[in-house]
Every structure is written in structure tokens, then in C-alpha cells.
């Protein structure tokens, strides 16, 4: 769940640009750590993906421990 709705980028990317990420999701639901898993070709859309990812919250239960999740 994005509580910002959206990736701010501060250059144009293409289109069908896509980007992977690992995130580790801790069973409070708040998104610990974030790794670029697949590259998008755009170093700036990967690091926005990646910053903005640090601002999720699980929508779903997270087991105890936490979780790895693409």
C-alpha cells in the first residue's frame, strides 16, 4: 500500500518502464529495507521505485519475524 500514491521523478522515463524490488517487510507492516531486484534501463526511475517503496504498508498480515517479499 503506497501512502504516497506515486513515484515522484524528476526526469521522463518510457512508458512501459519497469522496475523489480525485494522489499523486507516487518510484522508491524512497515517496509524495513528495499533492493532493486530488476533494473527499469533508468537509474533515476530505480531509485525513485526504491525510495518510494521505503514509505509502504503491508495491506496484508505479516508473519512473525517478518517476510521478504518481490
Known amino acids: 500500500?503506497?501512502?504516497r500514491h506515486?513515484?515522484?521523478l524528476?526526469?521522463?522515463v518510457e512508458a512501459d518502464s519497469m522496475v523489480?524490488?525485494?522489499v523486507d517487510v516487518w510484522q508491524t507492516g512497515v517496509v524495513t529495507a528495499v533492493l532493486v531486484e530488476g533494473s527499469s534501463?533508468?537509474?533515476q526511475l530505480d531509485e525513485a521505485a526504491r525510495r518510494g517503496a521505503r514509505t509502504?504498508?503491508?495491506a496484508s498480515k505479516v508473519?512473525?519475524?517478518g517476510e521478504r517479499r518481490q
Open 1 to 3: 500500500k503506497d501512502l
Open 6 to 8: 506515486g513515484i515522484p
Open 10 to 12: 524528476r526526469a521522463p
Open 20 to 22: 523489480t524490488l525485494q
Open 41 to 43: 534501463g533508468s537509474a
Open 56 to 58: 509502504w504498508l503491508s
Open 63 to 65: 508473519p512473525t519475524g
